[in-house]
């Protein structure tokens, strides 16, 4: 089993299969899905296993026979940054916000939800490979030239991405929280959490598990990885601060 983390910061398995031919073509590899997923199926290392190409294109495992005694484990830590993973449900994360694996996710979510044109996700990937982008508030940091020197983006097409992104700098407080990559938080997140008196920025970063358990919709298991990704946050919500206004219950508030 390979484990890959990807934009999300969702951890997925991949079985590494003998090769096999199906339909003409040599399969070496197949999806899992997820740790539930393994556990249904009762897979081992080294069992044989059937394989069929879901909708005649992708490999899925579907069954396991000739079960082995060398059993699976979940990854206690993620293949890319090494960190302790958490779960969410059925799905096995990597809960740093800063993972390689995750710039890209983090960056075109943050881009997404602001709406924010102009910045596709190859501009995005093309920065990341540059090292001219490894947090979200790098985007503040650029320059024209940063961009003009990735393939196929001219001085027009720079200076209008550019434009795009410094428009949107006065956001709600809720997108300042929701437009970061944290599996399950979103948009309805955050306003749960300010619909429960926690309004500014500082009240949310200093909510406690205790707290959260309290507010509908956010469970014991939720409240535990909304209270850590808080922490890992924090920082870079204060670097946000720096460059953004909010827009809060009162009014909009310079940072």
Not at 206 to 227: F, S, W
């Amino acid at each position: 089993i390979e484990w890959q983390t990807g934009k999300s910061g969702r951890i997925t398995p991949v079985a590494s299969l003998q090769p096999v031919q199906i339909g003409g073509v040599t399969i070496k590899r197949a999806s899992l899905h997820n740790w539930s997923n393994i556990q249904a199926l009762k897979l081992t290392l080294g069992c044989t296993v059937v394989v069929k190409r879901a909708n005649e294109v992708i490999p899925q495992v579907v069954e396991a026979v000739d079960a082995t005694p060398y059993a699976l484990v979940p990854p206690s830590c993620c293949p890319v940054c090494g960190t302790t993973t958490a779960t969410d449900g059925e799905y096995i994360l990597c809960p740093n916000l800063q993972c390689q694996a995750r710039l890209v996710g983090n960056v075109r979510k943050w881009i997404e939800y602001l709406e924010i044109d102009y910045f596709g996700e190859k501009i995005i990937t093309g920065l990341v490979d540059a090292g001219k982008l490894n947090s979200i508030a790098d985007l503040y940091r650029l320059q024209e030239s940063d961009l003009t020197s990735l393939d196929r983006v001219g001085e027009k097409g720079a200076q209008r991405a550019l434009r795009n992104l410094h428009s949107r700098r006065t956001i709600p407080l809720y997108l300042l929280f929701g437009a970061l990559n944290v599996p399950g938080f979103g948009r309805s997140l955050p306003k749960y959490i300010m619909e429960g008196g926690y309004d500014t920025p500082d009240k949310i970063l200093d909510i406690t598990r205790a707290q959260l358990t309290v507010i509908p919709k956010i469970g014991d298991e939720r409240a535990y990885l909304v209270r850590d990704a808080l922490t890992r946050l924090e920082p870079l919500v204060r670097e946000l601060l720096s460059f953004l206004e909010l827009e809060l219950p009162g009014g909009v508030n310079p940072t």
